[in-house]
Protein backbone atom coordinates (compact mmCIF):
# COMPACT_ATOMS: atom_id res chain seq x y z
CA UNK A 1 0.00 0.00 0.00
CA UNK A 2 1.51 3.31 -1.21
CA UNK A 3 2.34 6.04 1.81
CA UNK A 4 0.22 8.88 1.38
CA UNK A 5 2.42 12.47 1.67
CA UNK A 6 2.99 13.74 5.01
CA UNK A 7 0.89 17.12 4.76
CA UNK A 8 3.21 20.28 4.81
CA UNK A 9 2.36 21.96 8.38
CA UNK A 10 2.79 25.96 8.30
CA UNK A 11 5.68 26.04 10.15
CA UNK A 12 7.74 24.12 7.97
CA UNK A 13 6.07 25.78 4.89
CA UNK A 14 7.05 29.42 6.61
CA UNK A 15 10.78 28.16 7.41
CA UNK A 16 10.76 26.98 3.67
CA UNK A 17 9.74 30.11 2.73
CA UNK A 18 12.57 31.81 4.63
CA UNK A 19 15.20 29.62 3.45
CA UNK A 20 14.42 30.56 -0.14
CA UNK A 21 14.34 34.27 0.64
CA UNK A 22 17.91 33.49 2.35
CA UNK A 23 19.41 32.03 -0.70
CA UNK A 24 17.57 34.79 -3.31
CA UNK A 25 19.95 36.71 -0.67
CA UNK A 26 22.69 35.74 -3.13
CA UNK A 27 21.09 37.30 -5.61
CA UNK A 28 20.71 40.76 -4.27
CA UNK A 29 21.68 43.87 -7.12
CA UNK A 30 20.01 41.31 -9.79
CA UNK A 31 16.59 40.79 -8.47
CA UNK A 32 14.35 43.02 -6.78
CA UNK A 33 14.44 43.32 -2.53
CA UNK A 34 12.02 44.46 -2.27
CA UNK A 35 10.19 41.30 -3.98
CA UNK A 36 12.57 39.07 -2.66
CA UNK A 37 9.47 37.77 -0.06
CA UNK A 38 7.19 37.65 -3.02
CA UNK A 39 9.49 35.87 -4.95
CA UNK A 40 10.49 33.44 -1.95
CA UNK A 41 6.61 32.36 -1.50
CA UNK A 42 5.64 31.60 -4.88
CA UNK A 43 9.07 29.84 -6.41
CA UNK A 44 10.23 26.60 -5.37
CA UNK A 45 13.44 25.55 -3.69
CA UNK A 46 14.25 24.11 -7.31
CA UNK A 47 12.99 27.86 -9.22
CA UNK A 48 15.55 29.15 -6.96
CA UNK A 49 18.57 26.22 -6.92
CA UNK A 50 17.72 27.28 -10.81
CA UNK A 51 18.49 30.71 -11.02
CA UNK A 52 21.39 30.89 -8.83
CA UNK A 53 22.89 27.84 -11.19
CA UNK A 54 22.49 30.23 -14.07
CA UNK A 55 23.92 33.44 -12.16
CA UNK A 56 26.79 30.97 -11.49
CA UNK A 57 26.95 30.13 -15.40
CA UNK A 58 27.43 34.06 -16.17
CA UNK A 59 24.31 34.75 -17.31
CA UNK A 60 23.71 38.00 -17.76
CA UNK A 61 21.93 40.23 -14.93
CA UNK A 62 19.11 41.64 -17.32
CA UNK A 63 18.43 38.07 -18.77
CA UNK A 64 18.51 36.74 -15.24
CA UNK A 65 15.62 39.47 -14.14
CA UNK A 66 13.74 38.61 -16.88
CA UNK A 67 14.35 35.11 -16.56
CA UNK A 68 13.32 35.23 -12.68
CA UNK A 69 10.31 37.41 -13.45
CA UNK A 70 8.97 35.21 -16.24
CA UNK A 71 9.27 32.41 -13.83
CA UNK A 72 7.39 34.25 -11.27
CA UNK A 73 4.49 34.87 -13.51
CA UNK A 74 4.63 31.10 -14.99
CA UNK A 75 4.30 30.08 -11.56
CA UNK A 76 1.08 32.22 -10.59
CA UNK A 77 -0.47 32.17 -13.45
CA UNK A 78 0.10 28.03 -13.41
CA UNK A 79 -1.76 28.09 -9.85
CA UNK A 80 -4.36 30.26 -10.75
CA UNK A 81 -5.34 27.95 -13.61
CA UNK A 82 -4.83 24.80 -12.45
CA UNK A 83 -4.75 24.96 -8.60
CA UNK A 84 -1.17 23.55 -9.12
CA UNK A 85 2.39 24.39 -9.09
CA UNK A 86 3.81 24.37 -12.49
CA UNK A 87 4.72 21.69 -13.72
CA UNK A 88 8.46 20.49 -15.14
CA UNK A 89 8.55 19.65 -17.81
CA UNK A 90 5.04 21.24 -18.97
CA UNK A 91 2.96 19.24 -21.02
CA UNK A 92 1.61 20.47 -24.57
CA UNK A 93 -1.99 20.63 -23.16
CA UNK A 94 -0.77 23.26 -20.56
CA UNK A 95 0.81 25.43 -23.32
CA UNK A 96 -1.61 25.04 -25.60
CA UNK A 97 -3.92 26.83 -22.10
CA UNK A 98 -1.39 29.55 -21.93
CA UNK A 99 -1.33 30.32 -25.74
CA UNK A 100 -5.47 30.54 -25.34
CA UNK A 101 -5.53 32.50 -22.05
CA UNK A 102 -3.45 35.47 -23.30
CA UNK A 103 -3.66 35.43 -27.16
CA UNK A 104 -7.32 35.80 -27.86
CA UNK A 105 -10.09 37.11 -30.83
CA UNK A 106 -11.56 40.58 -30.13
CA UNK A 107 -14.41 39.61 -31.52
CA UNK A 108 -15.43 36.25 -30.27
CA UNK A 109 -14.63 37.60 -26.77
CA UNK A 110 -17.90 40.26 -27.36
CA UNK A 111 -20.07 37.30 -27.90
CA UNK A 112 -18.28 34.34 -25.63
CA UNK A 113 -17.44 35.54 -22.51
CA UNK A 114 -15.32 32.34 -21.74
CA UNK A 115 -12.82 33.00 -24.41
CA UNK A 116 -9.38 34.16 -23.25
CA UNK A 117 -8.70 34.39 -19.56
CA UNK A 118 -10.90 33.34 -17.21
CA UNK A 119 -12.20 35.80 -14.67
CA UNK A 120 -11.01 33.93 -11.61
CA UNK A 121 -7.42 33.75 -13.26
CA UNK A 122 -6.91 37.24 -13.98
CA UNK A 123 -8.32 38.85 -10.81
CA UNK A 124 -5.62 36.46 -9.12
CA UNK A 125 -2.97 37.37 -11.29
CA UNK A 126 -4.27 41.55 -11.27
CA UNK A 127 -4.24 41.09 -7.23
CA UNK A 128 -0.64 40.08 -7.02
CA UNK A 129 0.32 42.59 -9.37
CA UNK A 130 0.96 40.81 -12.69
CA UNK A 131 -2.07 41.88 -14.85
CA UNK A 132 -2.74 45.22 -16.10
CA UNK A 133 -5.16 44.79 -18.43
CA UNK A 134 -8.01 42.41 -18.51
CA UNK A 135 -10.03 43.72 -21.67
CA UNK A 136 -7.58 43.25 -24.34
CA UNK A 137 -4.76 39.97 -24.99
CA UNK A 138 -1.02 40.76 -24.19
CA UNK A 139 1.24 41.43 -26.98
CA UNK A 140 2.25 38.40 -29.44
CA UNK A 141 5.90 39.63 -28.57
CA UNK A 142 4.89 39.35 -24.69
CA UNK A 143 3.91 35.83 -24.78
CA UNK A 144 6.58 34.34 -27.19
CA UNK A 145 9.00 36.11 -24.86
CA UNK A 146 7.46 34.71 -22.07
CA UNK A 147 7.15 31.07 -23.79
CA UNK A 148 11.15 31.31 -24.73
CA UNK A 149 11.80 31.86 -21.02
CA UNK A 150 9.94 28.75 -20.01
CA UNK A 151 11.42 26.58 -22.53
CA UNK A 152 14.85 28.08 -21.47
CA UNK A 153 14.42 26.91 -17.94
CA UNK A 154 13.01 23.58 -19.02
CA UNK A 155 16.56 22.96 -20.75
CA UNK A 156 18.88 24.11 -17.92
CA UNK A 157 16.92 21.32 -15.52
CA UNK A 158 18.28 19.33 -17.92
CA UNK A 159 14.10 18.59 -19.34
CA UNK A 160 13.43 18.30 -22.48
CA UNK A 161 9.49 20.31 -23.16
CA UNK A 162 6.96 20.57 -25.74
CA UNK A 163 7.87 23.81 -27.21
CA UNK A 164 8.88 22.86 -30.76
CA UNK A 165 5.90 20.38 -30.70
CA UNK A 166 3.93 21.39 -34.28
CA UNK A 167 0.72 21.92 -32.50
CA UNK A 168 1.93 24.67 -30.20
CA UNK A 169 3.74 26.43 -33.09
CA UNK A 170 -0.20 26.39 -35.21
CA UNK A 171 -1.81 27.86 -32.30
CA UNK A 172 0.83 30.28 -31.43
CA UNK A 173 0.89 31.11 -35.26
CA UNK A 174 -3.25 31.36 -35.57
CA UNK A 175 -3.81 32.99 -32.61
CA UNK A 176 -1.23 36.07 -32.96
CA UNK A 177 -3.48 35.77 -36.63
CA UNK A 178 -6.62 36.73 -33.91
CA UNK A 179 -5.13 39.01 -32.00
CA UNK A 180 -3.46 41.51 -33.99
CA UNK A 181 -3.40 45.49 -33.76
CA UNK A 182 -0.89 48.16 -34.05
CA UNK A 183 2.63 48.05 -32.66
CA UNK A 184 2.86 49.94 -29.33
CA UNK A 185 5.79 52.18 -28.92
CA UNK A 186 7.60 51.61 -25.56
CA UNK A 187 6.74 55.13 -24.08
CA UNK A 188 3.38 56.63 -25.72
CA UNK A 189 5.19 59.91 -25.70
CA UNK A 190 8.93 61.26 -26.23
CA UNK A 191 10.71 62.82 -23.39
CA UNK A 192 11.90 65.82 -24.99
CA UNK A 193 13.06 68.59 -24.54
CA UNK A 194 10.94 71.07 -23.37
CA UNK A 195 9.30 67.94 -21.44
CA UNK A 196 13.04 67.24 -19.79
CA UNK A 197 13.39 71.35 -18.91
CA UNK A 198 9.87 70.31 -16.77
CA UNK A 199 10.59 67.54 -15.08
CA UNK A 200 14.32 68.70 -14.14
CA UNK A 201 12.69 71.64 -12.47
CA UNK A 202 10.49 69.15 -10.52
CA UNK A 203 13.73 67.96 -9.03
CA UNK A 204 15.39 71.19 -8.96
CA UNK A 205 15.86 71.02 -4.79
CA UNK A 206 18.75 70.46 -2.81
CA UNK A 207 18.25 67.00 -1.60
CA UNK A 208 20.99 64.31 -2.66
CA UNK A 209 17.66 62.34 -4.46
CA UNK A 210 17.31 65.83 -6.19
CA UNK A 211 21.12 65.56 -7.00
CA UNK A 212 20.88 61.81 -7.84
CA UNK A 213 17.64 62.30 -10.39
CA UNK A 214 18.85 65.15 -12.11
CA UNK A 215 22.43 63.67 -12.81
CA UNK A 216 20.27 60.57 -14.11
CA UNK A 217 17.90 62.64 -16.39
CA UNK A 218 20.44 64.67 -17.80
CA UNK A 219 23.25 61.52 -18.63
CA UNK A 220 20.13 59.66 -19.81
CA UNK A 221 19.20 61.87 -22.38
CA UNK A 222 22.16 63.91 -23.63
CA UNK A 223 23.92 60.39 -24.24
CA UNK A 224 21.87 59.37 -26.76
CA UNK A 225 18.69 58.41 -25.06
CA UNK A 226 20.56 55.29 -22.94
CA UNK A 227 18.33 52.42 -21.85
CA UNK A 228 17.80 51.76 -18.62
CA UNK A 229 19.25 48.83 -18.44
CA UNK A 230 22.61 50.57 -19.32
CA UNK A 231 21.53 53.09 -16.90
CA UNK A 232 21.34 50.89 -14.30
CA UNK A 233 24.50 48.79 -15.19
CA UNK A 234 26.89 51.91 -15.25
CA UNK A 235 29.78 51.91 -13.11
CA UNK A 236 32.24 55.02 -12.50
CA UNK A 237 35.27 52.62 -14.61
CA UNK A 238 33.15 53.64 -17.71
CA UNK A 239 33.24 57.35 -17.20
CA UNK A 240 36.64 59.04 -18.62
CA UNK A 241 37.65 62.96 -18.22
CA UNK A 242 38.47 63.67 -21.43
CA UNK A 243 39.88 67.39 -22.43
CA UNK A 244 37.17 70.57 -22.22
CA UNK A 245 36.13 71.40 -25.92
CA UNK A 246 35.02 75.04 -27.16
CA UNK A 247 31.43 75.89 -26.52
CA UNK A 248 31.26 76.95 -29.67
CA UNK A 249 33.08 74.76 -32.44
CA UNK A 250 33.20 77.93 -34.58
CA UNK A 251 34.56 79.78 -32.44
CA UNK A 252 38.09 77.48 -30.93
CA UNK A 253 39.13 80.86 -28.58
CA UNK A 254 35.66 81.42 -27.17
CA UNK A 255 34.85 79.81 -23.90
CA UNK A 256 34.90 75.76 -23.29
CA UNK A 257 32.73 73.06 -21.61
CA UNK A 258 33.64 69.93 -19.61
CA UNK A 259 33.71 67.07 -21.63
CA UNK A 260 33.56 63.45 -20.51
CA UNK A 261 33.18 60.23 -22.40
CA UNK A 262 31.26 57.01 -21.30
CA UNK A 263 32.40 53.42 -22.30
CA UNK A 264 29.37 51.70 -22.91
CA UNK A 265 30.82 48.02 -22.91
CA UNK A 266 27.88 45.53 -23.71
CA UNK A 267 24.77 46.91 -24.87
CA UNK A 268 21.72 45.45 -25.83
CA UNK A 269 22.50 45.42 -29.79
CA UNK A 270 26.24 45.28 -29.06
CA UNK A 271 28.88 43.42 -27.03
CA UNK A 272 31.64 44.34 -24.73
CA UNK A 273 33.99 44.05 -27.58
CA UNK A 274 32.60 46.51 -30.01
CA UNK A 275 34.03 49.53 -27.83
CA UNK A 276 31.20 52.23 -28.25
CA UNK A 277 31.65 55.20 -26.71
CA UNK A 278 29.56 58.03 -26.54
CA UNK A 279 30.25 61.67 -24.83
CA UNK A 280 28.72 64.00 -22.79
CA UNK A 281 29.21 67.82 -22.85
CA UNK A 282 28.24 70.85 -20.70
CA UNK A 283 25.14 70.89 -18.55
CA UNK A 284 24.89 66.74 -17.87
CA UNK A 285 29.05 66.42 -17.13
CA UNK A 286 28.59 69.52 -14.39
CA UNK A 287 25.37 67.63 -12.80
CA UNK A 288 27.25 63.90 -12.74
CA UNK A 289 30.09 65.70 -10.65
CA UNK A 290 27.82 67.08 -8.40
CA UNK A 291 25.95 63.78 -7.70
CA UNK A 292 29.49 62.05 -7.45
CA UNK A 293 30.61 64.61 -5.20
CA UNK A 294 28.03 64.56 -2.39
CA UNK A 295 27.49 60.69 -3.08
CA UNK A 296 30.83 60.11 -2.03
CA UNK A 297 31.05 57.63 -4.70
CA UNK A 298 34.39 55.99 -5.31
CA UNK A 299 34.07 53.01 -7.09
CA UNK A 300 30.71 50.64 -8.15
CA UNK A 301 27.98 51.84 -9.51
CA UNK A 302 26.96 55.31 -10.93
CA UNK A 303 23.61 55.82 -9.69
CA UNK A 304 22.14 54.33 -6.30
CA UNK A 305 19.48 53.58 -4.24
CA UNK A 306 19.29 56.13 -1.25
CA UNK A 307 17.38 54.94 1.85
CA UNK A 308 14.31 56.75 4.49
CA UNK A 309 17.42 58.01 6.34
CA UNK A 310 19.27 59.83 3.17
CA UNK A 311 22.39 57.52 2.99
CA UNK A 312 23.53 56.51 0.04
CA UNK A 313 23.69 52.86 -0.47
CA UNK A 314 26.05 50.24 -2.23
CA UNK A 315 23.73 48.41 -4.31
CA UNK A 316 22.77 50.07 -7.68
CA UNK A 317 19.02 51.10 -9.01
CA UNK A 318 17.54 48.73 -11.02
CA UNK A 319 16.27 49.05 -14.70
CA UNK A 320 12.83 49.22 -12.62
CA UNK A 321 13.55 51.63 -10.38
CA UNK A 322 14.91 54.12 -13.51
CA UNK A 323 11.88 53.89 -15.07
CA UNK A 324 9.98 54.48 -11.24
CA UNK A 325 12.12 57.83 -11.13
CA UNK A 326 10.99 59.35 -14.05
CA UNK A 327 7.76 58.78 -13.36
CA UNK A 328 7.78 60.17 -10.55
CA UNK A 329 9.13 63.08 -11.46
CA UNK A 330 6.75 63.37 -14.71
CA UNK A 331 3.89 63.22 -12.03
CA UNK A 332 5.70 66.05 -9.84
CA UNK A 333 5.79 68.29 -12.92
CA UNK A 334 2.13 67.93 -13.28
CA UNK A 335 1.96 65.87 -16.62
CA UNK A 336 0.16 62.05 -16.46
CA UNK A 337 3.20 59.70 -15.71
CA UNK A 338 0.61 57.04 -17.88
CA UNK A 339 2.08 58.64 -21.42
CA UNK A 340 5.46 58.39 -20.47
CA UNK A 341 8.33 55.97 -19.54
CA UNK A 342 12.51 55.17 -19.32
CA UNK A 343 12.08 54.56 -23.25
CA UNK A 344 10.34 57.91 -23.81
CA UNK A 345 14.11 59.83 -23.12
CA UNK A 346 15.88 57.48 -25.83
CA UNK A 347 12.85 58.18 -28.54
CA UNK A 348 12.74 61.98 -26.63
CA UNK A 349 16.58 62.69 -27.91
CA UNK A 350 16.38 60.95 -31.20
CA UNK A 351 12.99 63.23 -31.85
CA UNK A 352 14.40 66.70 -30.15
CA UNK A 353 17.88 65.91 -33.15
CA UNK A 354 15.66 65.27 -36.13
CA UNK A 355 13.46 69.27 -34.65
CA UNK A 356 17.38 70.43 -34.06
CA UNK A 357 18.31 69.82 -37.77
CA UNK A 358 21.06 67.07 -36.35
CA UNK A 359 21.88 64.60 -39.32
CA UNK A 360 20.48 61.54 -38.41
CA UNK A 361 23.94 59.45 -38.93
CA UNK A 362 25.23 62.24 -36.30
CA UNK A 363 22.24 61.38 -33.97
CA UNK A 364 22.63 57.50 -34.18
CA UNK A 365 26.13 57.90 -32.85
CA UNK A 366 25.47 59.42 -30.17
CA UNK A 367 22.32 57.03 -29.56
CA UNK A 368 24.03 53.60 -30.95
CA UNK A 369 21.22 52.80 -32.74
CA UNK A 370 22.01 49.98 -35.24
CA UNK A 371 19.19 50.30 -38.02
CA UNK A 372 18.81 53.31 -39.74
CA UNK A 373 14.73 52.45 -40.10
CA UNK A 374 14.38 52.57 -36.82
CA UNK A 375 15.91 55.35 -35.97
CA UNK A 376 14.37 57.27 -38.71
CA UNK A 377 11.06 56.67 -38.16
CA UNK A 378 11.31 59.26 -35.10
CA UNK A 379 12.74 61.54 -37.67
CA UNK A 380 10.08 60.68 -40.21
CA UNK A 381 7.10 61.53 -37.45
CA UNK A 382 9.15 65.09 -36.70
CA UNK A 383 8.92 65.67 -40.66
CA UNK A 384 5.84 64.47 -41.00
CA UNK A 385 3.77 66.61 -38.34
CA UNK A 386 5.59 69.90 -39.80
CA UNK A 387 5.33 69.39 -43.08
CA UNK A 388 2.31 70.13 -45.05
CA UNK A 389 1.00 66.41 -46.53
CA UNK A 390 -0.98 65.78 -43.17
CA UNK A 391 -2.41 69.68 -43.88
CA UNK A 392 -4.48 69.86 -46.63
CA UNK A 393 -8.14 70.16 -44.56
CA UNK A 394 -6.38 72.76 -41.74
Not at 169 to 184: D, F, G, N
Not at 239 to 268: F, Q, S, Y
Request: glycine share 8%; hydrophobic share 45%.
Amino acid sequence: MAKRPKPVSDGDQAHSIAHRAEALDALDGILPFDRREQLAGMLSDDDVATLRHLAQQGLGENSLRALASDLFYLEAWCLAATGAALPWPAPEPLLLKFVAHHLWDFSRRETDVSHGMPAGVAASLGDQGLLRMTKRPHAPATVRRKLSSWSTLTRWRGLVGAFKAPGLKSAVKLAVRATERPRQRKSPKAVTADVLAAVLQACAGDSLADCRDRALLLLTFASGGRRRSEVAALRLEQLVEEEPVPADPDDPDGGVLACWKIRLGRTKTGDADGAAEVFLIGRPVLALQDWMTRAKLGDGAVFRAINRWGHVQRRALTPQAVNLILKRRIAAAGLDPSEFSAHGLRSGYLTEAARRGIPLLDAMQQSQHRSINQAARYYNDAERRLGRAARLLV
